[in-house]
């Protein structure tokens, strides 16, 4: 007995996997994303990014862009955190599909114009500390436009389509209900499903904390950065990518 006490308060003090939990997302083209959880801190990242991958601060609540390769940070919490909900419609339907074999309900998400945007659903009480916090941080988003384009002052709100903002200022209620898993667009397509929930036995806690020696980047900048790889093509691989190492 001695010896299952011993093992079990070992187990239980050992930093280990248990600490991490990690969201696998799918995006239309099977494109995965993974969230990953622990301390009140998200990561968020593609599998085939080499450079950027974005931390979230779960409490304050705060949102980063990090650049392994140009070792910038840009705080884009204003853009996601300081504005307010205006354009949507959202209207409960009912139980919907399993999603990574746990039940949701389904929501219609539509704009201004009541035209379609999307079908949403969510897990209703995830029993994860962890998800719960992802949600609580999802409740607060109120996107402020202004923010990404400053000198356009009110017409930074066209740089949103109507169902593209109402979406973003649903997503906050939504997300005050549950925890979205899925999402199907006014076209039918599956732009992102949760496929997996897993605690992670191959994550640092440093590749979850906030670069102390980057520069900051502010959120404009960043945005053209965006648009002009969008443009004119994106950056050379690097012969490893960089975002599987912690930043210094």
Known sequence: MQRLLTALLMLALAPSAFGFTVLEVADRKGKVTL?????GWARGQTQKSDYTYVLADLKTPGAYFIDMGERTVTDASKVFFGGERLYFDMSKVGAGPEVA???????????????????????EQPPEPELQQLQGFFSQ???HPRSI?????????GLLSPCARAELDAFGLLAKKGLPAMRINAWGETTFRITEVRKADDTRPCMLALPRTYADSPAPILAMKILNRALWGGREKP????????PK
């Open 35 to 39: 969230i990953t959880i622990h301390d």
């Open 239 to 246: 012969p490893a990518p960089l975002t599987t190492e912690c």
């Open 149 to 157: 384009m400053p000198g356009l002052g009110i017409l930074a709100q």
């Open 141 to 143: 988003i109120r996107v």
């Open 101 to 123: 074999g746990r039940p949701t309900t389904e929501y219609v998400i539509r704009d201004i114009y009541d035209n379609l945007c999307s079908r949403t659903f969510i897990w």
